[in-house]
């Protein structure tokens, strides 16, 4: 893969995302913090494989803002 075709794939899903997730990503602008922490029910509450390629997505992005991602949660 070029680096032009990686720059690609990863502007489709910060466009993605962004377009999906408007709230959501509007909290995780920058604003110096090093980690954004998700609660493991924010996606894929009653377990459809969407949400869990969204969550996927999510942390894609969030890695592409070079902060740490922390999911936690209990069951």
Request: net charge negative; glycine share 8%; charged share 30%.
């Amino acid at each position: 893969m070029t680096e032009a075709e990686l720059e690609s794939r990863k502007q489709a899903l910060k466009n993605e995302v962004e377009a999906r997730l408007p709230q959501m990503v509007e909290l995780w602008k920058p604003d110096g913090a090093k980690s954004v922490i998700l609660s493991q029910h924010a996606f894929a509450a009653d377990y459809q494989d969407d949400e869990y390629r969204l969550l996927g997505m999510v942390i894609k992005y969030i890695g592409l803002t070079g902060r740490d991602i922390i999911i936690g949660g209990s069951a």
